[in-house]
């Protein structure tokens, strides 16, 4: 009798996800995930207090090109690699199946963290926003379980819903920033522009490569685009042009807002205000320019920029439970794809219940959504980030250079993966450096230190699951070949 417990699980075609995105909608879903309007609001005052000032946007401009330097390999590999596994699969590619399922399992948990993150911290800033406005007082906790089951419900159905959702929502927020920089050109003049941001003596001012770490930040969730391959309309073309897309969209974007930014507030008087400001710098900027109900307008807007970061981020890890699953790598039920909406619908209920019962304990151990929980996971999440773009990098590097030399040009298989690669280890080897000062508050050390340790346990625990089936059960180990 066949042995079912080392036999590879299925993966018929008829258990595919299906859907016909188009380029345009796997932007709008990845960009989202990017939250521009939270990034502007949020990020923006960070890069300008904390890293090199008025050099803002030169930090998002460099920021773009490490990202386009680490998306031309990452593309190009993407024709080597024809499942929807995304990191999982393209690590593996070139360091093996363990280091592949070690970074699968962290690369969920790191997305895992930052969902869990904002939706504390959705729940705290909606219930401000209903005490300060109407004078109602509902609990953050509540209205987070709220956003958790709005999300879990979205991403049961198909996914065109969730496209067209996160397509409004970014419509508006992208929209409200860029009516704000040309109400500030025009106000001001385009010689409120000034080149000095762009310069070497502001580069190096301050702390450039916080400024630089910070704007990497903006731009997680960009290289998703390969995880809705299934879904995607003729993904050998539609996926490498949505990610440039991204890429250039959300750097283009950051470089022209963050400059109108420094404009807005003027070259001598930005760095004070961010740093006296840092929470509401943005909001005071488009009262300024634009009123107090405009300022009312980006307040309700940043909410929906959080809801729909919370929901692409959501889909993201769905997917890769999704796919963990048809590996037998995680349990065969949670990859089901439902009947009527062609959806990972099992998992999109797995990653709902992970998040409730994440609040809760997190709610049980009297923890702040603001300063703990939304610190401490979107820090958590944001290492593990970049410790995944590294070691993809790093697989690209082998996979051309040492298992498949002569393929392709030099650009994509060594150049650009060099310079993404020395880009991104730089910028975490400042965020490991700075991570007391960037978690803040009561005992940062400790839980810095908590927080590397976390990161490094997921992907310990990926690690040893891998050695377990190659030993254990060998056949479902070799099946994970064909994730690659």
Not at 6 to 14: G, K, L, N, V, Y
Not at 87 to 114: D, E, N, P
Not at 237 to 245: D, E, H, S, W
Request: glycine letters at 10%; charged letters at 10%.
């Amino acid at each position: 009798m066949k042995n079912v417990a080392t036999s590879p699980p299925p993966a018929s075609p008829s258990s595919n996800l299906q859907g016909n995105l188009g380029v345009m909608s796997i932007v709008m879903m990845v960009v989202a995930a990017a939250a521009p309007l939270t990034v502007m609001a949020a990020n923006s005052p960070l890069i300008i207090a904390m890293g090199n000032g008025i050099a803002a946007p030169l930090d998002a401009a460099i920021a773009t090109l490490i990202m386009y330097l680490f998306t031309a390999g990452f593309i190009f590999m993407s024709r080597y690699v024809t499942n929807a596994g995304a990191f999982y699969a393209y690590i593996q590619k070139g360091l093996g199946r363990q280091v592949g399922l070690a970074s699968a399992t962290m690369a969920t948990a790191s997305y895992s963290f930052i969902v869990i993150a904002l939706e504390a911290y959705i729940g705290y800033t909606v219930s401000e926003l209903l005490h300060n406005a109407l004078g109602v007082s509902i609990p953050w906790w509540i209205l987070s379980i709220i956003v958790v089951m709005v999300v879990g419900f979205l991403g049961y159905r198909h996914i065109e819903m969730s496209s067209r959702f996160l397509g409004i929502a970014l419509v508006l927020e992208v929209g409200v920033v860029l009516l704000a920089d040309l109400v500030i050109v025009v106000t001001k003049g385009v010689s409120s522009l000034s080149t000095e941001p762009f310069t070497v003596h502001a580069a190096l001012s301050g702390s450039p490569g916080l400024g630089i770490m910070f704007a990497i930040y903006c731009f997680i969730g960009f290289e998703s685009t390969v995880i809705f391959r299934e879904e995607a309309r003729n993904p050998d073309v539609t996926i490498p042009r949505a990610t440039y897309t991204a890429v250039f969209g959300v750097g283009i974007f950051y470089v022209i807002s963050m400059w109108c930014e420094v404009a807005g507030f003027g070259v001598s008087s930005v760095v004070p205000m961010a740093n006296e400001h840092t929470g509401d710098m943005y909001l005071l900027l488009i009262r300024s320019y634009m009123g107090r109900a405009s300022e009312d307008i980006v307040n309700v807007l940043l909410i929906t920029s959080l809801f729909a970061c919370i929901l692409a981020l959501h889909n993201v890890v769905v997917r890769y439970q999704y796919i963990m699953s048809r590996y037998g790598v995680l349990p065969a039920g949670i990859s089901s794809v439902h009947t009527d909406h062609s959806s990972p619908h099992v998992s999109s209920f797995v990653q709902s219940c992970t998040s409730f019962v994440g609040l809760l304990i997190l709610l049980i151990l009297g923890l702040d959504p603001v300063t703990q929980i939304y610190a401490w996971g979107a820090t958590a999440g944001t290492l593990g980030y970049m410790a995944i773009l590294s070691l993809t990098c790093i697989s690209v590097l082998v996979f051309f250079n040492v298992r498949n030399k002569g393929l392709g040009s030099v650009w994509h298989t060594l150049i650009a993966p060099v310079g993404g690669l020395v880009g991104l280890l730089a910028c975490l080897w400042i965020a490991i450096a700075n991570l007391p000062a960037l978690i803040g508050g009561d005992n940062a050390g400790v839980a810095a230190w908590g927080i590397g340790f976390l990161v490094i346990v997921t992907f310990a625990c990926g690690y040893v699951l891998a050695s377990h089936m190659k030993s254990r059960y060998p056949l479902r180990f070799e099946a994970l070949r064909e994730l690659a």
